[in-house]
């Protein structure tokens, strides 16, 4: 157990030196306008190239992603469908569905889901 922590440690200390020294050397200066400025085709934009991001389809898309995972995590229940009791595989599947519908619902009422013009 000794060996292992020791091991750990070193391998702890000389990762954290590679790191400092990493850094150390890598300093680069962003003060150039003109790497700091979008590059079309060795023009100047015509426009602002920052356009302002829609706060609305973003989080449409956080939403998206985290009813996605819940309903991945939705599938398996059906291979449990062999090893478990009826009433069981019904309570388990109830409760995760009225989560789910829970989450939605709390979502509709905060206004997330209303696409805003």
Known sequence: MMMISSLAGITLTISMIMILMASLISKKTFADREKSSPFECGFDPKSSARIPFSLQF???A???L???VEITLLLPLIVTMKTTTPLSFLTIT????????GGLYHEWKQGALNWAY
């Open 62 to 64: 956080v939403i998206f």
């Open 94 to 101: 109830a409760t995760f569905i009225i989560i789910l519908l």
């Open 58 to 60: 973003f989080l449409i």
């Open 66 to 68: 985290i009813f996605d």
